[in-house]
């Protein structure tokens, strides 16, 4: 399973566009990059995937280069709400693998 | 019209002591999984079953056994209780088979053994 790192915390600031990026060197062939968001005191959530190039859904962009070996969660314009905990995973889609998220990278988005 | 529910929500117990956490999910879906978060917040997948049958096993002490009794309910029982499974215990559930595709979590049982 290819092992993902993340930055531990990043700070900012209400309407401005965050940047969480997650690096897998690692990541193999059939592997897919999922992205989830925890809330204090609730379960995560999940937010996006993707494979290559890029996602956009109605809460985030999902930017993957060529190679995959890291992938960039764009959250735009974020509000005081978005202050949580985001998770980057890296897997198979199938039910052979394990599934383990990582420490997280903590946001934390002031006024 | 909750999708994943656990109870309890809280859970103080003293060590020794045998103790079980239920979920059930109305998501019509076939894969449920069972979660520990620690005081670090490392989140790591215990156990994950799939139609009533166990598919993932993580190396997790034999006191903790699941049980499924049907595809919405999942069961966490845990025998001998000890400090160390002081935590917060997520159920969790998606569509066709373990995968990171859109899980959806319960809102969690914050266990207390002292």
């Known amino acids: 399973l290819a092992k993902t790192t993340q930055p531990i915390s990043m700070d900012s600031y209400e309407g401005q566009e965050v940047n969480i990026t997650c690096s897998h060197n690692?990541?193999?062939?059939?592997?897919?990059i999922t992205w989830y968001q925890q809330f204090p005191s609730q379960g995560p959530r999940f937010i996006i995937q993707?494979?290559?190039t890029k996602v956009t859904n109605e809460v985030a962009s999902l930017f993957i280069p060529a190679d995959r070996k890291s992938s960039t969660l764009s959250l735009p314009r974020v509000s005081l709400s978005d202050t949580a905990v985001y998770y980057c995973?890296?897997?198979?889609?199938?039910?052979?693998?394990?599934?383990?998220f990582g420490s997280g990278t903590r946001l934390l988005v002031r006024p | 019209d909750t999708a994943v529910s656990q109870t309890p929500k809280y859970l103080v117990t003293q060590m020794g002591n045998d103790k079980s956490i239920k979920c059930e999910q109305n998501?019509?879906?076939?894969?449920m999984y069972w979660y520990k978060q620690d005081s670090k917040k490392f989140l790591k997948i215990m156990f994950s079953?799939?139609?009533?049958?166990?598919?993932i096993n993580e190396t997790v002490p034999n006191r903790f056994s699941p049980k499924s009794p049907d595809k919405a309910h999942l069961n966490l029982h845990i025998n001998s209780l000890e400090l160390g499974d002081s935590a917060v215990y997520f159920c969790?559930?998606?569509?066709?088979?373990?995968?990171?595709?859109?899980?959806?979590f319960g809102p969690g049982t914050r266990l207390t053994v002292t």
């Open positions: 969790a559930s998606s569509q066709g088979g373990p995968t990171f595709y859109e899980q959806y």
């Open positions: 993707g494979y290559k």
């Open positions: 079953y799939n139609n009533k049958e166990l598919i």
């Open positions: 690692n990541i193999a062939t059939n592997d897919y």
């Open positions: 998501l019509g879906h076939d894969t």
């Open positions: 995973l890296v897997g198979r889609m199938d039910s052979s693998y394990k599934l383990i």
